[in-house]
């Protein structure tokens, strides 16, 4: 069996809604050591932090406010909603960041948020975890910046440049692939190559971007053993190791060791 840990599933989500606690339950059975539940508005980082509280040492919950609302983002309420998941165990400050592809908030109150909780993760000594689309310059300067106050990160789901993953990687940032590794159409195998082993990450971003060969499906983290298989196929490696190794990398990015808060 493939050790793993998912470091991004939207298990809150309404797609879970009559099985969450039987998906949670087979991720263990699948290899899981952990899942990271992701808050992607203060609504969904709250039923994140009911699941770990149901699921203690193996789910873990954020919060943040995507891009895609980021025109309703309140630089005080939000941000007061953040702190309040931070103070309840939450895990990292997101999924945030830049979407420049659907742009269903201007592109100008998505820098404001996603600055405005790069700053709360300083505050906080959270990690970050980052959506972006096509937005890559913008991205570096944001992380680059957050680098120098010293927060660290995922780019999540990674489908970007090697230019991108490269300014991740050099503002000591982590990097995430998906199920989407597995697609035909996937031609990234240089960028999963290009990371180093101490800084790969793998998600399910369940529901979406099931593996193949459950493609098409409602995704859940119990799969992110096809998406270790195949990173491992393409880096030369055993899954189990490298299974193992993700597992490492996401409780140091997350600080999962402890419930969570290792960093504070």
Known sequence: MTPFIDSHAHLAGPAFDDDRDLVVGRAREAGAEAVVCIGESLAAARAAAELAARHPGFVYHTAGVHPHDAAAFDAVADAAGIREQAARG???????????????????????????????????????????????????????????????????????SPALAAAGLEAGWHVSFSGIVTFRKWDGDDVVRLVPA???????????????????????????????????LVRGTDPAALGAQVATNARDLFGLANGGRDRL
């Open 90 to 160: 939450a895990v990292a400050v997101g999924e945030c960041g830049l979407d420049y592809h659907y742009d269903h908030s201007p592109r100008d109150a998505q820098r404001r948020a996603f600055d405005a909780q790069l700053a709360l993760a300083a505050e906080l000594r959270l990690p970050v975890v980052v959506h972006t689309r096509e937005a890559e310059a913008d991205t570096m300067a944001a992380l680059r910046a957050a680098a120098g106050a010293g927060v660290r990160g995922v780019l999540h789901c990674f489908t970007g």
């Open 198 to 232: 101490d800084r790969l990450l793998a998600e399910s971003d369940a529901p979406y971007l099931a593996p193949i060969p459950f493609r098409g499906k409602r995704n859940e983290p119990a799969w992110v053993a096809h998406t270790v298989a195949r990173l491992a």
